[in-house]
């Protein structure tokens, strides 16, 4: 059975909704999720949105990007609020989790830092994790993943199959 589960969604934003509301379902059947989701602030048209992440499963929710100025063109990712998202994620996953979902592998997890640690000991608990994944990183996951990664569709219905697969699977072992 694939441990990490991927999806990307065409929209922009559509992946941070769909892992939202697939954190609020998993959580409603009873599961211990643990993670973060994304939670993007629009701003004036000229301005790129605000990028919060909630900590699963009860926060806090983190301002994840710094404002660098109208003319800016560089990564806006603040990392130290980063690392302090990650600091309560690998908190929650050691009191115990169901499901670990990440927002999105992006260009600290492909640099070796953000998530991937965490991701790393999810897997290693056999713990199932699914990440958002755009196009600009969907090959270094690939590398890290070395095989272990199933794309999934963007949907509530595919994302639940597939849990529900895998905790099938873990029963059954």
């Known amino acids: 059975m694939y441990s990490i589960a991927t999806v990307r969604s065409p929209g922009r934003g ?3 909704l769909l892992l939202a ?13 643990c993670g973060t989701v994304q939670i993007n602030s629009e701003r004036v048209p000229a301005h790129a949105c605000d990028m ?9 929710v ?9 003319g800016s063109r560089g ?3 603040d ?17 115990g989790a169901d499901l670990l979902i990440v927002n999105k592998f992006g260009k600290m997890e492909a640099e070796g830092r953000g998530l991937r640690g965490v ?21 270094a996951l690939e590398d890290f993943a070395a095989g ?9 219905a595919a994302l639940s199959a597939w849990l529900d697969a895998v905790q099938a699977g873990r029963a059954v072992a």
């Open 148 to 156: 272990m990664r199933q794309p999934l569709a963007p949907d509530i």
């Open 75 to 77: 990564c806006r990712l």
């Open 21 to 33: 509301r697939f954190a609020e379902h998993a959580t409603g059947r009873g599961l211990r999720v």
């Open 79 to 95: 990392p130290a609020a980063l690392e302090q998202a990650v600091a309560g994620v690998e908190r929650a996953l050691q009191g």
């Open 52 to 60: 919060d992440i909630k900590v699963l499963p009860d926060g806090p």
């Open 62 to 70: 983190l301002r994840i990007s710094q404002a660098l100025g109208a």
């Open 119 to 139: 991701i790393a000991e999810a897997v290693a608990r056999s713990i199932p994790v699914l990440v958002g994944v755009n196009g600009l990183n969907a090959d």
């Open 14 to 16: 559509d992946t941070d």
